[in-house]
């Protein structure tokens, strides 16, 4: 079993940053997958951004040059750096890790609870 625990989220005003961090737990040796989600008030869940295990990041169009995923390993840890921030981004921000072998089963699939991001114009 894996734990997901996301924080940093909070509110600020449009053109502002917040840092998200999202860390497992629950095995030893086991290599995780990463991606971030968010959803907004009356919307579906869409994707935001997606960190391999070589570190190579993927992200979501509406998001691109503003926000930058990077991860530690020794910490199971990745953070999400949201810069120039804008209303649209408001959500929840959920994190998925999906493990990926080592001492854990693969493709075991696990979500965060959230972390609420407001952006005030």
């Known amino acids: 079993q894996v734990q997901v625990e996301e924080s940093g989220g909070g509110s600020v005003q449009a053109g502002g940053s917040l840092k998200l961090s999202c860390t497992a737990s629950?095995?030893?040796?086991?290599?995780?997958?990463y991606t971030w989600y968010r959803q907004a008030p009356g919307k579906e869940r869409e994707f935001v951004s997606r960190?391999?295990?070589?570190?190579?990041?993927t992200d979501a169009d509406s998001v691109k040059g503003r926000f930058t995923l990077s991860q530690d390993n020794k910490k199971n840890t990745v953070y999400l750096q949201m810069d120039s921030l804008k209303p649209e981004d408001t959500g929840i921000y959920y994190c998925?890790?999906?493990?990926?072998?080592?001492?854990?089963?693969?493709?075991?699939?696990?979500w965060g609870k959230g972390t609420e991001v407001t952006i005030s114009s």
């Open positions: 629950g095995y030893t040796s086991c290599q995780y997958h």
């Open positions: 998925k890790i999906v493990t990926g072998g080592g001492s854990c089963p693969w493709g075991m699939e696990y």
């Open positions: 960190i391999d295990t070589y570190g190579s990041t």
